[in-house]
């Protein structure tokens, strides 16, 4: 058997337990060696590339926050102005990047219907930075710019009718309609629960012709205060308890997953919550 | 003598500024071209996309949705290799900022030409250069354009040097007065331009490609940090005699005679050692010279590099004057301008006085040149003209 190359080396400084690195396997286990990738600032960029080492063995580069998917549109340029066709272009982001600060230029991107997989890694909340909340936070979810009000406190100062005890106020921002709104061929949605499904969900949207958009939903292990082990099972949770049901969307036609039944979610929901600090 | 004087004749044109910088850049041959054409732009970019459309060019035209996005655009066709080119003005400068320091950051050889206007609030579209002032320290080589022709070679200039030492290069061509202005130029074709700017081909290891992968944009801990601030900062001062050198080189393949104390970072025009020097950059440099012409004792200061700003040069061409009057098109709040405190540097015991003007549009005459060389020591040392 041929001895397949790793295109992410281990010794990287991400979290132990990272779901976002254990999903970003599962992506590299499908890419081809001949990809070049446009990664977001955020936790991947930074725990991969401490200069002067990378873990990285094909083609990356890193450039602003929110600027990947224009730099990917630049090189597939390149590419096409040297008339190769066959390198594929891949950008990786989290959901700061995707949902909030880079959304204008993921738009651009998809409106010029290029052959570019957007892949985003979404933590729902701004993981790198010490878990701001986002665009993708979920409504009720605790961050440090949404935190939930201390019970304590306002007792003492008789401000409790003032307190927050919701959380996050805003509901989380649906990225999947957006990219279906620009007639993305190929949508899907993932979490880093399920391996060999993103395995497979890239692997599909790498024979598309067009843009294709995988959002992967990554538990964050300090950020959502889950256990180093939790990840996966925490990410199956989420799909189970149809908070993030797994989604893939070709020509807007829904072809696999959705929601699963009323049963299974109510099941799985208070699991899904409880296991997390953040909904605490 | 004769026959010298008719092939120029033949090869000049009438041309808007901006046709002669899209003619030019299309006869540099970049392979990607992307920009945003709104805030406000020059028909640099329209030209292009015409030139494009008529099946003229060999570039890729990327339509891009912002200024940031257009500099993101270019950024990453440089890093995989490719020779790009974009432009942009005034708040799409600004927008364009974090790119820009990106740009420069990477070591890549981008070129760019900034069409200089005012920037908002209040809004106007009219040429000044703080735009340019903006950005001037964010590791661009800065040229400033007189006239279009001077624009034209600007950029021939530039590209040879972006792709030789690794630093991006804008053109500054005032917006209005130059990009939509017609007059004289002369257009270097492709197999002339090629004879001082090869083809561009990225070093294998040093642009990403599957075959030879590599990280670029890597995260530095403070000590990579610093060193790779320092190794910019050190070849950019490098760079002075190097774009000097190519200047000289690109003026001689492309048959220009360039007279004495007029290089690639200034042009000293009038008498030599006269009482007043008056240092400017850009198009209003021809009132001045105009004006100059009629005045005893005068001389005009052009400043052509900005950045890297070739302090000791202008030291010494300096040296021997009384009074040095600095007319810039860009206020710095509570400080001097930019320019004055540069030259501030460069001088000994002259006198130096600040004018600032041209804000917005607003016209520096002759009058005002001649009531600066008249009243100079009536003035304070910053005034608005």
Redesign the interface.
């Known amino acids: 058997m041929k001895k397949e190359i790793k295109k992410i080396s281990s010794g990287h400084n991400a979290c132990a337990g990272c779901g976002q690195l254990s999903a970003v396997q599962s992506v590299m286990r499908a890419l081809d ?4 990738i ?2 977001a600032t955020g936790c991947l ?2 725990t991969t ?4 080492q ?1 873990a ?9 926050f ?2 990947p998917a ?13 008339k190769n066709q066959k ?1 594929k272009v891949v950008v990786m982001a989290g959901d700061g990047g995707t949902f909030d600060i880079g959304m ?2 993921i ?2 991107m998809w ?2 219907k290029e052959n570019i997989l957007y892949i985003c890694y979404d933590t729902e909340s701004y993981s790198n930075t010490g878990f701001q909340a986002s665009g993708a936070t979920p409504y009720g979810a605790s961050t440090s710019t949404s935190p939930k009000g201390n019970q304590e406190k306002c007792q003492i100062k008789k401000s409790c009718d003032l307190i927050n005890k919701t959380g996050n106020h805003l509901q989380k921002k649906d990225m999947i309609r957006i990219a279906l709104a620009h007639d993305v061929p190929y949508v899907a949605q993932t979490t880093a629960g399920y391996p060999n499904d993103i395995y497979n969900k890239v692997k599909k949207a790498l024979e598309i012709k067009g843009p294709a958009y995988i959002q992967i939903l990554a538990p964050c292990i300090p950020g959502w205060g889950i256990k180093t082990d939790e990840a996966v099972e925490v990410g199956k949770l989420a799909n189970q308890s149809n908070f993030y049901p797994l989604l893939e969307y070709l020509n807007g036609e829904l072809i696999s997953g959705g929601l699963n039944s009323e049963e299974t979610a109510e099941k799985h929901k208070e699991t899904y919550i409880k296991k997390q600090g953040r909904f605490k | 003598m004769k026959k010298i004087k008719k092939i120029k004749k033949e090869k000049t044109q009438i041309l808007e500024g901006s046709r002669a910088i899209a003619l030019t850049i299309n006869n540099i041959s970049p ?2 071209v ?1 920009a945003y054409p709104i805030t406000p732009q020059t028909h640099i970019v329209e030209d292009l996309a015409k030139i494009k459309a008529n099946g003229e060019a060999q ?2 035209y ?5 200024e ?3 500099a ?11 020779r ?1 080119y974009s432009a942009t003005s005034s708040q799409g400068l600004l927008l364009m900022t ?2 820009i320091y ?1 740009i420069s950051g ?1 070591r890549l050889p981008v070129v760019m030409t900034l069409a200089n206007r005012a920037i908002s609030a209040p809004i106007s579209i009219w040429n000044d250069q703080q735009d340019a002032m903006a950005i001037k320290d964010a590791g661009w080589i800065m040229f400033f354009a007189e006239n279009n022709q001077e624009a034209v070679e600007q950029h021939i200039l530039a590209y040879k040097i972006a792709e030789k030492i690794k630093i991006p290069v804008m053109v500054n061509v005032d917006g209005f007065i130059l990009t939509h202005c017609y007059e004289e130029v002369k257009i270097y074709e492709q197999k002339i331009i090629n004879k001082f700017l090869p083809k561009y081909k990225a070093k294998s290891g040093e642009f ?3 075959k030879n ?9 403070p000590q ?1 940090y610093q060193k790779s601030r320092e190794d910019l900062y050190k070849d950019f001062q490098k760079a002075i005699k190097e774009i000097d050198q190519e200047y000289f080189l690109m003026h001689k393949i492309l048959g220009n005679k360039i007279e004495k104390n007029n290089n690639s970072w200034f042009e000293y025009y009038g008498p030599k050692n006269a009482k007043t020097v008056i240092v400017a950059m850009g198009s209003t440099i021809g009132t001045i010279k105009s004006l100059a012409k009629k005045e005893k004792d005068v001389a005009v200061l052009k400043i052509k590099t900005y950045r890297p700003f070739p302090h000791q040069e202008i030291k010494k061409i300096l040296k021997n004057c009384q009074n040095i009057a600095v007319v810039e098109k860009a206020v710095n709040f509570g400080t001097f301008g930019s320019l004055y405190l540069d030259i501030n540097i460069s001088k000994e015991k002259q006198t130096i006085k600040n004018f600032i003007g041209g804000l917005g549009g607003k016209d520096i005459g002759e009058k005002d040149i001649k009531k600066i060389i008249k009243d100079f020591k009536k003035y304070k040392k910053l005034n608005f003209i």
């Open positions: 060696k001949d990809t070049i446009a990664n960029e930074v590339t401490p200069y002067p990378s990285w063995s094909l083609p990356w580069i890193h450039s602003l929110e600027n224009a730099v990917a549109t630049g090189i597939l340029a390149a590419l096409k102005k040297q390198t204008g230029v738009s651009g409106e010029r | 392979d990607v992307s570039y890729e990327v339509r891009a949705e912002s940031f996005a257009a993101s655009i270019v950024l990453g066709s440089s890093a995989a290799g490719s790009v974090e790119v990106n990477m990403l490609n599957t992968p590599i990280t670029m944009g890597a995260f530095m801990s990579h």
